[in-house]
């Protein structure tokens, strides 16, 4: 059973590539002909219907056209294309020629994934020429070079062809190794069907060692991953002739019968996969042969050898013929056994399937009775060969995978010193940052520091003149009370003792002398009731300064009452303790009623408005109420007046609650905390 997979080439999908990228070939071709048949000339050259010459004659034309391709890149894209169908022409010098110039020009572009795809190239072509030790080389090769361009799909898939090259020289050891490698790749870069390949070919593995247990467990683990495949129907059918295989391998073919029989009830997926078609028709041929059952074998032989033979399945054609030396031995036809086993050898020999000609001496050996001993001697000494070149391959290989494991130690700890060098990177950054930051918040922190010490300066200066305009208002009362009382207690004093005096003396004389006397003397008495009046002045005017708060809010609405058109009244309770709040807190509440009234003026078209002030515990309330036309709650728009009543209330460490309704009325309230 053969369960490689044609992972060492790439997919011939070029008619999709010619639609994409033929149109932008002029622009990139800077010197190209423009030849209309151009895209034909590569169809061509990918019919395999056509003779070899004819399409290599088709591809030297489009390779022409690709050397005028001035971009590197590009360049090298398509040549690979071209190498890929290069391999299949069976021209090795056509092959190489072309190879070479693809590598060359990739080395030049020195880019890694360039280089490992020409080695990809190379290996591939070895591999089908089964050149094992050339191709696992190339592999090897390309294997580095997709590490070291992070390509770890590409990675994943050198390590399978390396692990099948390594089962082919039966070093198995060497084939798990590689093969879970692969598949840790294959899991980090999410290929569920390279997983799945991975997977069959341990079975496949397990199976040539005959740990069947452990053959069945890979199986199943690949089986468990078809459903996830875009061609699951096809797989599922691969893994039930894998399962057969194995059961042949165990000398149980009745069960393994059970597979093939299940397998071949879909010919509509068959129909499109002959080469699985023929394995499935072959083997199940070959069970009912190993059970005695002979009818009706023979035609699912020939069609089986007759689909290989039509799609060049080199090793299929090799194995119908020696099923069908098997076949004529078991029924007696020596004859008819010697002539497909020496076509087998022909065809293992042309093929270098040394393998499968050990397997044609055998049955030649048991059938070809006059010349069993030189059959015996040549497939001794053709084991002897074999098994030198597989023991040769496999200490190189083993050699190799040593390096490959250096290599791949190598860049666990370079990556490991790069992870380490960049986490020290990110640490310094940050600490960097942390400092930037420090550093830029604290001299945020010593800016709002010095502007708040700024305006704490003005506030106090500005406090310190309301406080100098105050001692001074208080000095001018004191003054204007200390002449009130002088004019009070001593001059009305003197003036009265003066006129009392007058008024006591007898006077005698002239008429006109006497009503002169009496007219001065009631100038004097007017002297002094206009002095005592002066003085009652001076004292009304310290009592009205004294009370100057309350009566500075009831002027204040007065006068926006005239200018808004209306009536207030204006309510207070304890005029005596108004006195006693800071005077930076009444300039506050005194620009909260201006702005409030304001409002009232430009917005409310109130006709009634109501002032309180009053004192609630440790709270001053100060309240307006209107009768104008309200607002709603959600519409409330924080203007700048609105925004002005917050700040004061802020500032006074008060809460401000504003209540409205449409077409009734507002209020807007201010309680403001005071410390007794």
């Keep these: 059973m053969s369960t490689y997979y044609s992972t060492h080439g790439r997919a011939f999908g070029y008619a999709l590539f010619l639609f994409l990228n033929l149109a932008s070939l002029p622009l990139t071709a800077q010197r190209a002909p423009m030849d209309p048949d151009f895209e034909k000339h590569l169809n061509q050259a990918l019919n395999d219907s056509l003779s070899l010459e004819v ?31 290069a391999s299949n022409l069976k021209d090795s010098v056509y092959f190489h020629n072309i190879s070479n110039v693809g ?57 399978y062809n390396m692990a099948y090259i390594s089962s082919k020289t039966y070093d198995y050891t060497g084939a798990e190794i590689l093969l879970f490698r692969s598949i840790k790749l294959f899991e980090q870069t999410g290929s569920t069907l390279q997983r799945y390949r ?33 061609k699951w129907e096809y797989n599922r059918l691969q893994n039930l002739n894998n399962l057969g295989v194995r059961l042949i391998k165990m ?95 022909e065809l293992a020999s042309e093929n270098n399937l040394k393998r499968d000609v050990l397997h044609s001496l055998e049955f030649l050996a048991v059938y070809d009775r006059k010349n069993a001993v030189s059959y015996l001697e040549r497939h001794i000494a053709l084991n002897k060969k074999i098994n030198a070149e597989d023991r040769n391959l496999r200490n190189k ?67 310190m003149a309301l406080a100098q305009k105050s001692n001074l208002e208080k000095g001018r009362a ?46 004097l008495e007017e002297l002094e009731t206009d002095i005592r009046n002066l003085s009652h002045e001076f004292r009304n005017m310290l009592y009205m300064e004294d009370k100057n708060f309350l009566n500075g809010i009831k002027t204040l609405i007065k006068e926006k009452s005239e200018i808004g058109n209306f009536t207030f009244r204006f309510d207070y309770e304890q005029a005596e303790d108004w006195e006693n709040i800071p005077f930076i807190t009444k300039i506050n509440v005194q620009r909260f009623f201006e702005e409030v009234l304001q409002n009232v003026i430009k917005h409310a078209q109130a006709t009634e408005v109501t002032v309180s002030i009053y004192r609630d515990m440790k709270v001053l309330i100060f309240k307006i109420t209107d009768n104008g036309k309200g607002f709603s709650q959600s519409q409330l728009k924080k203007g700048i007046g609105i925004k002005n009543l917050e700040n004061r209330s802020s500032k006074l460490k008060g809460n401000l609650e504003v209540q409205s309704t449409l077409n009734v009325g507002t209020v807007i309230c201010l309680c403001i905390p005071i410390n007794n």
């Design 251 to 345: 000398k149980q073919f009745d069960e393994a019968l059970s597979y093939f029989n299940e397998a071949l009830s879909f010919p509509e997926i068959l129909r499109s996969s002959p080469a699985l078609l023929a394995k499935l028709l072959d083997n199940r041929a070959y069970c009912l042969i190993s059970l005695g059952k002979h009818e009706n074998v023979v035609s699912s032989m020939l069609k089986a050898i007759a689909i290989r033979d039509s799609i060049d399945d080199t090793s299929g054609r090799v194995i119908s013929r020696l099923r069908f030396a098997n076949y004529y031995g078991k029924i007696g036809d020596s004859a008819q056994a010697i002539v497909y086993a020496k076509h087998a050898r």
């Design 478 to 523: 004191e003054e204007r009370k200390r002449i009130s009382q002088e004019l009070h207690d001593g001059i009305i004093s003197r003036l009265f003792a003066l006129r009392f005096k007058w008024q006591t003396i007898k006077l005698s004389g002239e008429a006109i002398m006497l009503e002169q006397h009496r007219h001065f003397l009631n100038l």
């Design 397 to 463: 290989f083993t050699a190799i995978q040593y390096e490959t494991e250096t290599y791949i130690r190598k860049n666990e700890r370079l990556l490991k010193q790069k992870l380490q060098l960049l986490l020290i990177s990110l640490v310094s950054i940050a600490i960097l940052l942390l400092i930037y930051l420090n550093t830029r918040q604290r001299a945020k922190n010593k800016q709002l520091l010095l502007e708040r010490q700024e305006q704490q300066y003005n506030e106090d200066m500005y406090l």
């Design 55 to 85: 399409r290599k004659k088709h591809l030297t034309f489009y390779y022409n056209l690709v050397k005028e391709i001035q971009d590197d890149s590009l360049k090298y894209e398509r040549i690979s294309e071209i190498v890929e169908i």
């Design 198 to 230: 991975s997977f069959n070919l341990l079975g496949t593995i397990a199976d040539d060692m005959e740990e069947f247990e452990k053959g069945l467990s890979y199986y199943t683990t690949a089986a468990n991953l078809i459903k996830e495949l875009d």
């Design 103 to 159: 590598h060359k020009l990739a080395l030049s572009i020195n880019k890694p994934s360039f280089v490992g795809d020409s080695h990809w190239n190379y290996a591939a072509y070895y591999l089908n020429e089964k050149e094992y030790e050339r191709s696992y080389d190339h592999y090897h090769h390309a294997y580095k070079l997709f590490i070291e361009a992070n390509n770890d799909y590409y990675a994943g898939k050198m390590l």
